[in-house]
């Protein structure tokens, strides 16, 4: 049985020329007019009536809006309409930024990574958002521009509450910074979803490490989580657990117990709360592990 889909809302499409242009239109209207990138979360919430946006202005085709540069002093610099599949080849991403292919590779399809953008998973601020806890540890700036030119926002300041973001009326995300990666780190992004590919995380993990003489232990973890509370969060305590060390079996325990208490997941159809948190637990624990194994120096 085919079951009806309601359609979607008319809309008016725009195509703008400028970012002033789109900036002043979202000032001006902003009950109106939404800016999208590749659809994939807008189109949906239009075709399920949570929203119904008069003006849809189309902005992925604003300058730099798909570009990817890398460079070794600079970092890597992603315009916000790039989508995950160009993420995931593009080779200097594959050899500096694994872990960002693995975060990417990770959403849904490879159909809709075709249209799915970075910015896009950013700026719909969903708690299973996949990209957000890789770029949370590897200490992103998102770049927003409005009419008063380009403001920086520390990605774990961005994320307010499920579908709230820090941008302000008349912002749009423009970009997403990243410093060049720490001296011999290595990181995870571990997802667990009802199915191999196609669904959202029921729980994510991503864990990086690398040798830092500053840590009293010799080493600097960071962890972030998705899908386990209101918004995407780093799990600060279990990070510190890891820098004062010393890093064996049960410092690598007593990270993965304080992550499963940094969760506040809800239930709902893909999981328990419960059953969210006992999977943190599991995933962390792998994740450290391995990334342990790879980063140790002389070990
Ligand atoms: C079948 C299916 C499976 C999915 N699976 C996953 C999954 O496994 N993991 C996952 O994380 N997500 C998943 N998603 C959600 C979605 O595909 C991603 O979040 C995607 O990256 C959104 O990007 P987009 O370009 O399509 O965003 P859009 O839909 O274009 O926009 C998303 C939101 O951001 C706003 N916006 C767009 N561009 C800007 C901008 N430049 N500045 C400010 N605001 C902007 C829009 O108004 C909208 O509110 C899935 C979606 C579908 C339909």
């Not at 242009?21 to 590749?38: K, N, T």
């Not at 992603?78 to 200097?92: D, F, Q, S, T």
């Not at 997403?176 to 667990?192: D, S, V």
Request: charged letters at 20%; one cysteine or more.
């Amino acid at each position: 049985m085919i079951l009806p889909l309601p359609d979607l809302p008319s809309f008016d499409y725009i195509r703008p020329k400028s970012y002033q242009q789109v900036s002043e239109l979202l000032h001006q209207q902003s009950e109106d007019v939404r800016p999208f990138m590749g659809g994939t979360d807008l189109f949906v919430q239009m075709r399920d009536q949570i929203i119904a946006p008069k003006i849809l202005v189309d902005v992925k085709l604003l300058p730099g809006m798909i570009s990817i540069e890398y460079d070794h002093e600079v970092g890597l610099h992603l315009g916000a309409a790039v989508n995950l599949n160009a993420i995931a080849k593009h080779p200097e991403v594959i050899e500096y930024y694994p872990l960002l292919v693995e975060a990417a590779n990770s959403v849904a399809s490879y159909q809709l990574r075709n249209r799915a953008t970075i910015g896009g998973n950013l700026c719909n601020a969903s708690p299973a958002a996949d990209m957000a806890p890789s770029l949370l540890i590897l200490e992103a700036k998102l770049i927003a521009v409005g009419l008063n030119g380009e403001r920086v926002i520390p990605v774990n300041e961005f994320f307010r509450a499920p579908g709230e973001n820090a941008l302000e009326r008349g912002e749009l995300l423009k970009r997403i910074e990243i410093k060049p990666p720490p001296e011999g780190w290595f990181g995870k992004y571990l997802k667990l979803g009802r199915n191999a590919e196609g669904d959202l995380a029921i729980a994510g993990v991503a864990v990086l490490g690398f040798p830092d003489q500053t840590a009293e232990s010799g080493y600097r973890f960071r962890i972030a989580l998705s899908s386990v509370a209101p918004t995407p969060i780093q799990a600060l305590k279990a990070e510190e657990i890891l820098n004062q060390g010393p890093i064996s079996e049960e410092s690598i325990e007593a990270a993965a117990i304080t992550s499963r208490d940094a969760c506040q997941p809800i239930d709902d159809v893909r999981a328990s709360g419960n059953y969210r948190k006992a999977m943190v637990e599991v995933l962390i624990r792998r994740g450290l592990e391995e990334v342990w194994s790879a980063i140790q120096v002389g070990g």
